[in-house]
Structure formats: structure tokens, C-alpha cells
């Protein structure tokens, strides 16, 4: 009974250690690559399928951006009507959409 007891209290402890070192060792260096968590990137064009616009605000769908995450000083620009919009701020979510916010018609 003595040798349950000291695993008990020696052992389990020791094994959620290890656990979440492995979880810390696996999860933390791939969030850190993830492309979501890169800092603001400021500049640029992206040009959108379809724009819809309700200044400030502007929402662009089918983008040809590769960039995840914030976004700053950027142009959006409406391939079909080929209207652009200056943005100060906003999320790209790669060639998904893209989110411009304090946004000003730019053309």
C-alpha cells in the first residue's frame, strides 16, 4: 500500500508535468508560425472579385492576397467596377476576403 501512495503522489504529478511540457513543446512553436498571428503589414494593393462598400467600412471576397492577419495603409480595389478604396486599417484572411476599416473611396 505504501509504494501506491508515494506513485500516487510522486508519479501523477511528474506525468502532468511531462504532459503538458509536450503539449507547450508541440502547440507553442507552431502557433507562433501560424500566418494569423504575423504582425500588421502596412501597405500594399489588393484587388477583390466582389466589393461591397459601406464607408468607412469595405469587405472584399475572392482576393488575390496571400496575407492572414492585420492590415494597415492598404488599397482595395473592386476588379469588376474597378473602384478602390483607401484603407487604414483591417484582416486579411488570404485569398478568402479581406476587411477594410476607416476606409475613404480612393478613385
Not at 42 to 61: M, N, S, W, Y
Not at 80 to 101: A, I, Q
Request: a negative charge; glycine letters at 12%; one cysteine or more.
Amino acid at each position: 500500500m505504501t509504494i501506491i501512495r508515494h506513485l500516487h503522489r510522486t508519479g501523477l504529478p511528474a506525468l502532468a508535468a511531462a504532459a503538458a511540457c509536450l503539449f507547450l513543446g508541440t502547440v507553442a512553436p507552431a502557433a507562433a508560425a501560424a500566418p494569423h498571428t504575423a504582425a500588421m503589414r502596412a501597405g500594399g494593393a489588393i484587388t477583390c472579385q466582389e466589393v461591397d462598400a459601406d464607408l468607412p467600412d469595405v469587405f472584399g471576397r475572392e482576393c488575390n492576397s496571400n496575407q492572414w492577419g492585420p492590415l494597415s495603409n492598404f488599397t482595395l480595389t473592386d476588379a469588376g467596377s474597378g473602384n478602390s478604396y483607401r484603407c487604414e486599417n483591417g484582416w486579411g484572411e488570404g485569398s478568402l476576403w479581406v476587411r477594410g476599416n476607416d476606409c475613404v473611396a480612393a478613385n
